[in-house]
């Protein structure tokens, strides 16, 4: 009995969707700022950018739903991805006004590296490297600072939108929630085998 049921569970496991378990991690842009101070403080030829990046005015940097957001996907010890989080970094202080950071590491997180190949799939792009950055329906894949120029025209553009223009690719993909489809068929596998289980002991008290 015990053998059967531990049988069950654990096919019922197997069936239930991995989005159910799958956790993306972002982070804003005070903490993309010291993780990239962390891995770049010891590398060679990055001292002086690394210092430029301590001395960047946060202090008025604030992420709310009135911003627009910034999907930024990045690898750890990324270059590009430095450079891209020491640019927005550098206009925090003038322009942080209008966009929210959301920053995803993919090169050691799985759950990020699949969010990003899905928000890749939905905007239609081919992901050639990091960073990978999106706003609204528009995305680059690389950085310098005329794609910096090219992303906050973007940003600016949404901003002057009414809220509920805005269109925002995580929430057509889903973000670090489960969707509404994998509950609903998490709760069916569920209910189907606690009627699988009951319908054992059931027999089995027949039986006896």
Known sequence: MKKTLLLVTILTLFMIPNTVFAKATVSGLKEAVEEEIQVFGSVDGYEDA???????????????????????FRGSSCGHCFNAISYFASIAKNE??????KSYEVWSNTDNADLMNNIGEKLGDKISGVPYIVVGKKSWSGFNESYGKEIMDEVKSQYNKDPSERYDVMKEVGNTESSSNDIISLIVILLITAGIVAGIIFTRKKAS
């Open 50 to 72: 690394v210092e430029e990046l301590k001395e960047a005015d946060l202090s008025n940097y604030e992420e709310n739903d009135d911003k627009v957001n910034i999907y930024l």
């Open 96 to 101: 942080g006004k209008y966009f929210n950071i």
